[in-house]
């Protein structure tokens, strides 16, 4: 099979509500084709995260190095990781190539479910992903954002994760009041994304956001038009439910 990808680094929910099952139905949805690879299987239903379970870090290395070398990969995009050791595992296997390394990478660090299940084993979770968004694209909610820079200040922690290496961040501002504002920082400067609040709660609105930005820019759009692409998305992902 061939056509442009993006492969995915990331949780399975068997529910679908978030993780692996959302990213491919949102790269699916704007065109481009999913390339899966589960970091971890988590126990959970609609309503419930109960438990997870990292996979073998070498596992998860093998299946995405298989991918890079045959599949047409554009882009890539990491959620969950689940544990040190798998954020190392990526880390190394991306490095094995300057043209991996090099790709468009969206990285969504992802801790805890929003029912406030980790999903993260450990402490080391906010350092894990600091070194996976080395020359990536950095897409935290407000909480993540804390974790990682320890400001909720959208502009403060979008130039601190500049300041550690990440090549831009998108700092999501669905947890404050008023309109959703999300704040996206790069070379070029700060672009603030805004859409009034819809009265809608739905899960995986993070992963779905992440995905579609990775699919915008692995279908070769700027990370402003590929950020507007991936708001839209996720406003009419919400809407839905509404
Ligand atoms: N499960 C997996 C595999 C995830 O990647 C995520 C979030 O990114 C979640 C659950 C949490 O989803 P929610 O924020 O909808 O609880």
């Not at 093998?62 to 880390?91: C, Y």
């Not at 704040?183 to 779905?208: F, Q």
């Amino acid at each position: 099979m061939s056509g442009a990808c993006v492969l995915v680094l990331a949780g399975l929910d068997p529910s679908g509500g978030a993780g692996l099952l959302a990213d491919a139905e949102a790269i699916r949805a704007l065109g481009l084709r999913p390339l899966c690879v589960a970091t971890a299987l988590t126990v959970q239903t609609t309503r419930h995260a109960l438990q997870f379970q990292p996979v073998a870090p070498l596992l998860v290395q093998d299946a995405a190095r298989a991918l890079l070398l045959e599949e047409d990969v554009r882009a890539i995009k990491i959620g969950m990781v689940g544990a040190p050791q798998v954020a190392r595992a990526i880390d190394d296997l991306l490095r094995e190539k300057a043209a991996w390394s090099g790709l468009p990478r969206v990285v969504d660090p992802v801790l805890a479910a929003s029912s406030g299940a980790a999903l993260f084993k450990g402490a080391g979770g906010p350092e894990a992903y600091l070194a996976l968004m080395q020359g990536a694209i950095a897409t935290p909610n407000l909480d993540e954002a804390e974790a990682l820079t320890g400001t909720r200040e959208q502009g403060a922690a979008a130039k601190a994760l500049l300041s550690r290496g990440a090549k831009a961040a998108l700092v999501k501002g669905g947890h404050l009041a008023g309109d959703a504002v999300d704040l996206l920082l790069d070379a070029e400067g700060e672009h603030a994304l805004s859409a009034p609040r819809l009265a809608a709660s739905r899960r995986g609105t993070g992963c779905r956001l992440a995905s579609a930005l990775a699919a915008g820019l692995a279908a070769g759009l700027s990370l402003r038009a590929s950020a507007g692409q991936a708001k839209a998305f996720v406003r009419a992902y919400l809407q839905s439910a509404v």
